[in-house]
């Protein structure tokens, strides 16, 4: 039997990390939550959750070092996987009550206010699966995640002109208007809901990333 993939979940003040320690461990990963520099970059695979405001998970993550840990494990192909605003701060700005905030800018594309009847956004919710997903394998159609959110990418704006890069996969959710609720490229995942939270389809979800590792 082989050895449990070891995963760290990054502690840095934003996130329900207890809930991801938890939900990871039951799909049978070694999981560690810490913000320590060696066993982040040594881990199999690093989760990075996000709760509250882009502009203080910016903060929170600059200042444990975790967007030069990011870089570096994606520099050396090492995988990494976004939930929430964890996801949010991959791209290159966040835009909240007017004010510009830079994050990682992994992806090009803004985060901005969800336009919709009802804010924040909620519940449990389907998306529009990517064609070649790994990460949605085995999974339903009619799966059902758990999201709360205010703020979402309405845009994929990354062109891939290589045709030997494979194209990210970007999978879409609505909910008063379209926005990305996942992404796969590379050795870089990121989810707009909690798989966490999402039951039995979260569970497959996070199992799913653990086998790439």
């Known amino acids: ?34 913000r320590d520099f060696d066993a982040a970059m040594n881990a199999d695979g690093l989760l990075v959750p996000g709760v509250g405001a882009f502009s203080a998970c910016m903060d929170g993550l600059r200042a444990a070092r975790g967007e030069w840990i990011i870089g570096r494990r994606l520099s050396g192909g090492r995988p990494v996987m976004g939930i929430c605003v964890g996801m949010q701060i991959l791209f290159a700005r966040g835009i909240e009550h007017g004010v510009q905030t830079e994050g990682l800018d992994e992806w090009p594309g803004t985060v901005g206010p969800l336009k919709a009847p009802i804010v924040p956004h909620m519940g449990w919710n389907t998306v529009e699966t990517a064609p070649d997903s790994q990460l949605f394998a085995g999974l339903d159609a009619d799966a059902r995640f758990y999201f709360v959110h205010s703020y979402a990418v309405h845009d994929w704006e990354l062109e891939i002109t290589n045709p030997a890069i494979r194209a990210p996969q970007v999978t879409w959710a609505t909910h008063g208007e379209r926005f990305v609720a996942a992404v796969e490229n590379g050795a870089l995942w990121a989810t707009q809901f909690h798989p966490e939270k999402s039951g039995d389809a979260g569970a497959q979800l996070l199992t799913n990333w653990i086998e790439t590792l």
């Open 1 to 34: 039997m082989s050895a449990a993939r070891k995963v760290v979940v990054f502690d840095y003040g934003f996130g329900n990390v207890r809930s991801a320690e938890r939900a990871l461990a039951r799909v049978g990963a070694d999981v560690e939550i810490t």
